[in-house]
């Protein structure tokens, strides 16, 4: 199976917001997410979004069920196939992070995100998903999520000077480590 192309901001089928999922466990469903895993793992992501690859679907992937080597700081994030996602922020508490994206390579962004928040929707088969994450894990969520509203993170910038090249911000981080 070839790997599917990651698309990049520009492209106005990132700008969609994408359909609910109606059917769970079908052989349609277990290719696209086989396809995403593809394509996260060349690109060396923590997360990927239907949309990403082209699909107009409300699905995404996330987490690497191990030590990121491109966020040594953060914690583990189970690896999580979630359908049909609905995010409820706990508080109304921000938290800025530098963000990446495999489909905006080699820029970063600071990035307020909710700093708690409970997350709910469905795996694979259609059985219920329920956590209540916080930090990092809580924002890997966030920024997947927007994806599916057609929302790319240089879009919630609040200070556009906190926005730019990896290589330049950071010297000595591989420019190539987006989420």
Not at 21 to 26: D, H, S, Y
Not at 48 to 67: K, S
């Amino acid at each position: 199976m070839q790997v599917r192309d990651i698309l990049k901001m520009g492209d106005a089928r990132l700008l969609r917001v994408a359909q609910p999922v109606q059917q769970f466990g079908t052989q349609a469903l277990h290719d696209l997410v086989a396809e995403m895993e593809q394509a996260m793992q060349k690109a060396q992501g923590v997360g990927l979004a239907a949309p990403q690859i082209g699909e107009d679907l409300q699905v995404v992937i996330f987490g690497t069920g191990q030590a990121n080597p491109r966020y040594p700081e953060a914690p583990v994030v189970p690896k999580t196939v979630l359908i049909n996602p609905v995010l409820e922020p706990m508080g109304v508490e921000l938290e800025d992070g530098w963000e990446g994206c495999l489909s905006v390579p080699g820029m970063r962004g600071l990035v307020p995100r909710f700093k708690h928040l409970k997350y709910k929707g469905f795996d694979l088969q259609g059985q219920a998903i329920e956590r209540e994450v916080s930090g990092f894990h809580a924002r890997v969520v966030q920024h997947e999520c927007d994806h599916l509203m057609g929302v790319l993170y240089p879009m919630r910038i609040k200070d556009m000077a906190q926005f730019g090249f990896a290589d330049v911000l950071f010297p000595g981080l591989d420019s190539n480590s987006d989420d």
